[in-house]
Nanobody, 118 residues
Framework: VQLQASGGGLVQAGDSLTLSCAASGRTASTAVLGWFRQAPGKEREFVARILWSGGFIYYADSVKGRFTISRDNAKNTVYLQMNSLKPEDTAVYYC????????????WGQGTQVTVSS
């Protein structure tokens, strides 16, 4: 499975941005697509996840109410709509896939930089 994340950029606080994660290859072997982020000097943290079937959506508390994860199965793409961005959202955002909700994330995209200026 190959994952290609895109859509990052430099925005101001309060702006919105949408990230995309396009999956290719043996996508039938994946069930869950998640977004993670890693800020400079910090550990990677979970942001959101969704089943390819569309259910079991879950968000980190830090983004709940501001970020929305969705998917387009026809395009094998998962999106992360980010609203009301804050400087603390600045990070490299990664998408990853797992074979089940309880499984580990096996495949990772290359990451896309999101920078939010104050």
């Amino acid at each position: 499975v190959q994952l290609q994340a895109s859509g990052g950029g430099l925005v101001q606080a309060g702006d919105s941005l949408t990230l995309s994660c396009a999956a290719s290859g043996r996508t039938a072997s994946t069930a869950v697509l998640g977004w993670f982020r890693q800020a400079p000097g910090k550990e990677r943290e979970f942001v959101a996840r969704i089943l390819w079937s569309g259910g079991f959506i879950y968000y980190a508390d830090s983004v709940k109410g501001r970020f929305t994860i969705s998917r387009d199965n026809a395009k094998n793409t998962v999106y992360l709509q980010m609203n009301s961005l804050k400087p603390e959202d600045t990070a490299v955002y990664y998408c990853a896939s797992a074979t089940s909700l309880s499984g580990t994330y096996q495949y990772w995209g290359q990451g896309t930089q999101v920078t939010v200026s104050s």
